[in-house]
């Protein structure tokens, strides 16, 4: 289970705001759609689309809620081994998040002695996890892949508070997204340059670990999922 310090999301929440007010549709890779209210809500995504059925079916679903007092501390698992360094990256409006898209390589971390690398990093607003049922203004998903096609996620959670030294190098470029995706139903991506991921690895002794899949569809599972939570302003 973990603590980790809260950071000044308002520009991430404002952005993702502005988005779900534009519009509620979205699509996956393959241009299947898919919202969060309504018929094509989370309840309905396993029958819009044969790829979508483990959002339905599946036995290893996120997000969750994490209840504390159902958590069992694992001592063989460790911090997380990350090595982060800077690469140039794009932001990108997504309707359903917003995300940076790494054009180089940024980094790794390392589980069970594999090395994931990171692709991208994204964020919902609020949280779609929850602890012990509260939710946070802002979860940061930071996406990995091995290089057998298997996925890790890391995830923080914010609250709007104390200034972040990764957000804050976005904080430009995320106000420059929150007007194009305010004036278009999508707005152009943004080149962001190169940006420090160094600062991450700032959250790495203490997490919650599970094995989930997607929060968007088509719900892929085994996911493993670290989940920094327990936030102090």
Known sequence: ????????????????????????LACDGNGAKFGYTG????DHWGGLDPNFTQCAMGTYQSPV??????????????PLHREYTAANATLVDNIFNIALRCE????????????????NIHWHSPSEHTINGERFAVEQH?????????????????????????????RDKLSELYVEACRAEKGAPI?????????LR?????????????TTPPCTENVIWNIHGRLVL
């Open 1 to 24: 289970m973990g603590s980790t310090r809260g950071g000044d999301a308002s520009a991430i929440a404002l952005l993702l705001l502005c988005a779900c007010f534009l519009t509620s």
């Open 39 to 42: 018929p094509l809500g989370p």
């Open 65 to 78: 809620d994490i209840r504390t007092s159902d958590v069992v501390y694992n001592p063989m698992l460790g």
């Open 104 to 119: 180089d390589a940024a980094g790794t971390v390392q589980i069970d002695g594999v090395k994931y690398k990171l692709d």
């Open 142 to 170: 930071m996406v990995h892949f091995s290089d057998d096609g298997n996925i890790s996620v890391v995830s923080i959670l914010y609250r709007l508070g104390r200034p972040d030294p990764f957000l804050m190098q976005l």
């Open 191 to 199: 080149p962001a340059g190169v940006v420090n991921m160094w600062p």
């Open 202 to 214: 700032r959250y790495a002794n203490m997490y919650y670990r599970y094995v989930g899949s997607l």
